[in-house]
């Protein structure tokens, strides 16, 4: 299991894994006057792995 863990930190851009707080982060962004013109757009909370795969 230790392997598989390496591998994927491995594949991350960021260079460590996230955590709910991350995500908790991006809402909370979202939710705060800071977005207020952000509008239907998608936020990914990927650590740069879906840049990198794309």
Known sequence: MQALLNQRLARIPLGFMGDGRDSASAA?????????????????????MTVRCG
Do not use: K, Q, W
């Open 28 to 48: 909370l962004f979202l939710a705060s006057e800071d977005a207020r013109f952000i509008t239907g757009t998608e936020i990914v909370v990927d650590g740069g």
